[in-house]
């Protein structure tokens, strides 16, 4: 027998962690409303470098106690009226009575908004506890239901894969999940988070629990760490040392942080890809080139906006 024949047979390359993507992926993006009209310039070219990926929708969010109320409702109509982009408006239960939440959601109607993402929201100061307004809705359950007898809204609501910090356990969490969504929720969005595993079995125990409405991976890509942490507590999510490790030492290299936190992001919605996920929300903090970048590796491409 020849040398050769003796010699070991290499293993297959591995193939790169993007190369079968194929362009099935949906996408959509939240904003905030911008305070300042540089703020205001700033969001306006991150839409206009987002529309041509056609996402699904794009969100603007409500501040807590509805303090961007005004804010928010004017960025939604304007993404109506001068985009070819589905807006769909932020909308919470905190410090407003049921009849002030109906006159919202039918103004919202009226501009031609059909999707509200319905949420609880947060006491208008930190550290304050939630309680609901004596006239108004509840909780975001209850806000669901409202909302559907207002007209036929297309409706998401946020879900929590590492539990969220008020509730009792994971059991009682997932249990406010599936009210949200027997009350007519058509979708989850999740909140941020940096294990795939994570993601993972949160979906399993919903499936479990007889939740059938779509989840969808909510993705933070990091370029601040301190404003990332003081999110996470907001929201339950864990922080992993190996993340902290990979932004030391990158305060005064902006553009490094961007590479590094664009690779992390990319990883996880690799991973996530690889496990079935087909829809990914990115929470852009109003910059786009983040989400534009890692929407490219996943084979989402620009087309032609049409009018």
């Known amino acids: 027998m ?43 070219r991150s839409i206009e470098m987002l529309a041509p990926l056609h996402p699904r929708f794009v969100s603007v969010t409500y501040g807590a106690g509805g303090s961007t109320r005004e804010r928010t409702h004017a960025t939604v109509e304007r993404i109506v ?39 609880r929201g947060d006491p208008p100061e930190p550290g304050r506890p939630y309680e609901a307004h004596p006239d108004g809705y509840a909780d975001a359950a209850a806000l669901v239901e409202g909302l559907k007898k207002v007209a036929p809204f297309e409706i998401s609501v946020a879900c929590y894969p590492e539990t969220h910090p008020q509730a009792s356990c994971p059991d009682a969490d997932l249990d406010n999940l599936k009210r949200k969504v027997d009350a007519g929720a058509d979708r989850a969005i999740s909140q941020f988070f940096f294990s795939a ?5 949160f979906r399993d125990r919903a499936a479990a629990a007889g939740i059938r409405a779509e989840i969808v991976p909510g ?58 996920v087909r829809h990914f929300h990115f929470y852009t903090l109003n910059r786009a080139e983040l989400a534009y970048a890692i929407c490219h590796l996943l084979g989402v491409r620009a087309k032609a906006v049409t009018a």
Request: proline share 9%.
């Open 81 to 119: 009226r001068e985009t070819h982009l589905p807006a769909a408006a932020h909308l919470t239960c905190v410090d407003a009575t049921r009849g002030e939440i109906d006159e919202i959601a039918r103004e919202y109607w009226d501009i031609g908004v059909r999707h509200i993402v319905a949420l």
């Open 2 to 44: 020849s040398p050769a024949a003796l010699a070991p047979v290499p293993p297959p390359e591995p193939a790169p962690l993007f190369a079968h993507t194929c362009g099935d992926i949906g996408v959509s993006f939240e904003f905030f409303p911008p305070k300042t009209d540089a703020m205001a310039d700033t969001l306006w």
């Open 197 to 201: 595993d994570s993601f993972f079995r």
């Open 219 to 276: 993705i933070l890509p990091v370029s601040n760490v301190s404003q990332t942490r003081k999110f996470a507590g907001l929201c339950g999510a864990a922080i992993p040392a190996w993340l902290e490790d990979k932004f030391e030492g990158l305060d005064e290299l902006p553009a490094a942080r961007q590479l590094v936190a664009a690779t992390i992001a990319s990883e996880l919605c690799g991973q996530l890809y690889a496990g079935g």
